[in-house]
């Protein structure tokens, strides 16, 4: 049988089959879904066999033979992307690009650092940040190489660790992040169910809600329909980062990681309490290709980027920033915020 199709034409069969949908597919891989669907179909043409199945919601499932070419894709990209990556490290001088996925809580202090460490390979040419709001979209494109680093939540390693280097950076905790000027008194009679709203802080009768997409939505959503019934999700954010700007402004409350904290100016902490929630937490890992270990400079970065976690970032995110929020609501820890009148 002639080979009537192209690499590209794999590339966005995979892409469909990871995503679930072509509607999903579409902004990732940025191609339209009629261009999708025709490059699809012209896959199933030179095949001569139905690879997709699709339900009226537009979730596909592969048939036999989709799942057979699915993981012949997978297998001649990856290899492809291997030889990619050893062709530039060989013979063009070892070039350095490294591509780091995370999620918009990971910036500032986190990404100035991350970019320091790439800076310091003599083969150095680019340093490239990839935001997406779920670790689930990073495995994504961690596993179609538009990344070679990412940092993700431990669950969504589960099915791959075996072809990816990874390491524990640290826990991330979720936190109740509230107005400094809200008195601690008044946090401790939000959480008496008998409580009336009227006697509240304005700030404790709303909440930020997160976007969809953000794993910890749901989470977070019933967190404050359990614990403050009362709050209304009055404000919407796309991303944890920008939920912090309503509370700055003592609008009202939000739940952030506590990774974000390193990463907020002091003039926005100092206008934030900030308590960690011990039932809401996630391992928070670095994933690699496991090929670039045996490539110095991305197995170099790669131990420096953990380095810096466990002996530096960990480090910020705890210290004198927050308290548990178990332990403020019990009177077991010292206040470390001033009481408003």
Not at 60 to 88: C, K, Q
Not at 248 to 263: D, K, R, W, Y
């Amino acid at each position: 049988m002639p080979i009537e199709f192209t690499l590209k034409h794999l590339e966005t069969f995979r892409a469909v089959v990871v995503a679930g949908s072509i509607t999903k597919a579409s902004p990732r891989i940025g191609l339209s879904q009629p261009s999708i669907s025709q490059q699809i179909a012209k896959l199933e043409e030179v095949l001569n066999v139905q690879l997709l199945e699709r339900n009226r919601t537009g979730v596909i499932s592969l048939t036999p033979a989709g799942d057979y070419w699915f993981r012949a894709a997978n297998d001649m990209l990856n290899r492809l992307a291997v030889t990619i990556d050893e062709h530039e490290h060989r013979f063009k001088h070892a070039r350095v690009v490294l591509r780091l996925g995370a999620t918009p809580a990971l910036r500032g202090r986190f990404t100035g650092a991350a970019a320091r460490i790439a800076q310091r390979e003599p083969g150095f040419v680019k340093f490239e940040l990839i935001y997406a709001l779920s670790s689930a979209e990073l495995m994504e494109m961690l596993r179609m190489h538009r990344l070679n680093f990412a940092i993700v939540r431990q669950q969504v390693l589960e099915d791959d660790r075996s072809a990816f280097a990874v390491e524990h950076l640290f826990e991330d905790k979720i936190c109740w992040c509230v107005p400094a000027e809200v008195p601690t008194q008044q946090l401790r009679m939000a959480f008496n169910p008998d409580i009336d709203k009227a006697d509240l802080h304005p700030a404790l009768r709303s909440y930020v809600e997160i976007d969809p997409s953000v794993i910890t939505r749901q989470a977070s959503d019933d967190w404050f329909r359990h614990n403050l019934p009362f709050a209304s999700p009055t404000f919407s954010a796309p991303t944890f980062a920008s939920s912090v700007d309503f509370v700055v402004e003592g609008l009202a409350t939000c739940h952030i990681p506590l990774s974000l904290l390193p990463n907020l100016t002091e003039g926005q902490r100092e206008k934030l309490q900030v308590m960690t929630i011990d039932s809401m937490s996630h391992q928070i890992m670095l994933a690699m290709p496991k090929h670039l270990l045996t490539l110095g400079p991305y197995a170099r970065i790669f131990a420096a980027l953990v380095e810096f976690c466990h002996t530096n970032y960990a480090r910020e995110m705890t210290a004198d920033n927050s308290v548990s929020l178990t332990d403020l609501l019990n009177g077991t820890t010292p206040v470390p915020y001033t009481e408003s009148a």
